[in-house]
């Protein structure tokens, strides 16, 4: 059994406490016989958690590699204060020492190892850690991959005739089970910046920004903290808060009365904000506490009155998705690529009104419609030009929006709409460009994407708050996996900033879609590797959503950005369109290509 499991490794040993009823108690015997059963961690209430794990203080006359050993398991136990960890280092160490400066997540628990030749042991010793790392989280609790080799050194000394840790690295230092057991993603929300050609429209539409938190450790309130603090870093620049600059928590704790409704006193700054600004303050912690409980009204309050009150129904008017389009309907080219639309409860696709479907204007390569539905965009056959048409009987596609050269094996990606904007890329080797057309009829605008040096861009998905952008990069004659900002410029145009990899394990991808707040629906495979279809988070970290049935051939996926109670996943598969509904397995729906959910 594994410290994930709750247990410490031999010769070391940890508390496991078991709440019942909300008193801690013996309540059921520990079977002594009978088969071990795996659990999905998946299937979790943080809120009403059974079992909490608590660390074991340092016995007397333990050894240097031992002291260290548990040291590292008593940083993973379910105290908030890390009070028994702090018993295992010198007097001075536990005032210096702060443990969410960092996490460093490592493949494994890190090997510990007392090195030889230490001199005089009364001056102290020197104990190396080392492993393999994976990710970083910072002090923001914004986790990024970072694969790279670990070995750090932690000193220890002598303190009233015990062993103690005097020196140590900046933060925490866990293996992946145990972050996977110890923390849990999160979605923080912020107002994206307003993007030029939509007015003010953007100003009300919510960003996810994902973070880490401990699980177990008062997760509303913690939530509440973290969005207080502000857009992580990366986010930052195309993202803002509602709460006036200063705004903290006047109460230590938060919770949900027997109504779940959320009452909340915040420090002075707060009450300086109009009542138009109180109602998106409420908005963007109505959102961040539902991550982790289910809140019907919040309400904000000063000191002295009450400031604002947000109820579950009026929170929809700022709701993240409400810009995603609708998630119950799914669209694709047919056999004769021509345009068909097909709803969750359909058995049998139907050819969409208007020229790219029913009147049978336009052959096509790839499609979008816009997440009003109102609109496509379609690229010709041949993947040289881009028509926009209405998707009514009659409406003509007119002139090509843009034309680009290349041959067929270049031209156009699959374009992607973005609050009323239409993106699409120009995968010319020649002179490879990222464009958009503001209100999806606007002349063609190069868009600098900074970091691609050169690089083709061979597929464009914009997400519904139009500041992110997912975008596949040819690498050689594979495709890698790239997020980056939109960024407004003083000029009024837009630049695409910091591009980051969000599938680091994939060394090669061939479709992606939008598919939440802050994740992504993936196909790809890792070296050497089958493809594989899965989710995948915004930062890079694995999704905590249950894996898909298993998939090859996948040349297309899609998937709804907007909740809602069916979830269908599409992708193209030889010459096909498979569909996967929930708690079912892949099933053909008809021939064709290119499907996309609206946006």
């Keep these: 059994m594994n410290s994930g499991a709750g247990c410490r490794r031999p010769g070391v040993a940890l508390l496991v406490a078991v709440v019942c009823g909300g008193l801690l108690a013996g309540c059921a015997s520990m079977p002594d016989s009978g088969e071990v059963d795996s659990v999905d961690s998946s299937q979790r209430a943080d809120a009403d958690a059974q079992v909490r794990v608590y660390g074991v203080p340092p016995r007397k006359n333990e050894q240097p590699g031992e002291l260290v050993k548990g040291f590292l398991e008593a940083t993973t136990s379910d105290e908030s204060d890390y009070v028994t960890a702090r018993m295992y280092l010198a007097k001075h160490a536990r005032r210096q020492w702060n443990p969410t400066a960092s996490t460093t997540v490592l493949s494994e628990i890190p090997q510990v190892q007392v090195e030889a030749g230490g001199g005089d042991r009364d001056a102290g010793l020197t104990v190396t850690l080392t492993g393999k790392q994976v990710a970083q989280v910072d002090a923001q609790h914004a986790y990024r991959p970072d694969a790279r080799s670990y070995r750090q050194r932690i000193h220890l000394t002598r303190e009233d005739g015990e062993w103690r840790i005097d020196a140590l690295p900046t933060g925490l230092v866990v293996g ?27 100003r009300d539409v919510l960003v996810a920004d994902p973070v880490y938190l401990r699980k177990r450790i008062d997760t509303v309130t913690s939530a509440v903290k973290a969005l207080l603090d502000g857009p992580t870093t990366w986010l930052d620049p195309v993202a803002a808060s509602a709460f006036p600059a200063g705004t903290r928590l006047e109460d230590e704790r938060l919770s949900l009365d027997d109504s779940n409704s959320l009452k909340v006193r915040l420090s002075a700054p707060a009450e300086k904000a109009g009542q ?62 021509r345009l068909a639309g097909l709803a969750d409860g359909d058995e049998e696709p139907r050819r969409v009104p208007g020229p790219f479907g029913a009147d049978g204007g336009l052959q096509l390569r790839s499609v979008a419609v816009d997440r009003a ?79 691609l040096k050169g ?81 995948i988070d915004t930062d890079g970290s694995l999704s905590s959503t249950s894996a898909l049935p298993g998939i090859t051939g996948v040349g297309g996926v899609a998937a709804p950005e907007g909740a809602g109670k069916a979830q269908a996943v599409l992708a193209e598969r030889d010459g096909g369109i498979v569909r996967l509904l929930p708690d079912t397995n892949w099933k053909p729906v008809a021939k064709g290509s290119a499907p996309v959910y609206p946006g």
């Design 455 to 535: 690089q083709r861009i061979t597929g464009v998905r914009v997400a519904a708050d139009g500041v992110r952008i997912a975008l596949l990069v040819a690498d050689g004659d594979r495709s890698v996996l790239r997020l980056g900002r939109v960024e407004r410029q003083g000029s009024g145009g837009l630049s695409v900033r910091e591009l980051r990899s969000v599938a680091p394990k994939l060394v090669d991808v061939d479709a992606v879609s939008w598919a939440g707040g802050s994740r992504l629906l993936v196909a790809g495979s890792e070296q050497g590797g089958l493809q594989q279809v899965e989710f």
């Design 276 to 337: 138009d600004q109180c109602l998106r303050m409420a908005a963007q912690l109505f959102y961040t506490a539902q991550e982790s409980a289910r809140v019907d009204r919040v309400t904000l309050q000063s000191k002295d009155e009450t400031l604002c009150s947000l109820s579950r129904g009026d929170a929809r008017a700022y709701g993240p998705d409400q810009t995603a389009g609708r998630p119950d309907r799914q669209y694709f080219l047919d056999e004769q690529h």
């Design 373 to 451: 539905e109102r609109r496509a965009a379609g690229v010709s056959l041949n993947g040289q030009a881009l028509h926009v048409a209405d998707l009514e009987a009659g409406a003509s596609p007119g002139e090509a929006r843009l034309t680009v050269r290349g041959g067929s094996k270049y031209g156009l990606t699959t374009p992607s709409w973005a609050l009323g904007d239409l993106w699409v890329a120009d995968q010319d080797p020649d002179r490879p460009r990222l464009l958009r057309l503001r209100g999806g009829t606007g002349a063609p605008e190069e868009v600098p994407v900074d970091g």
């Design 176 to 202: 992946l089970s145990d972050f996977q057991r110890i923390y849990r993603s999160v979605n923080k929300f912020y107002f994206a910046d307003p993007v030029p050609g939509v007015g003010g429209k953007a």
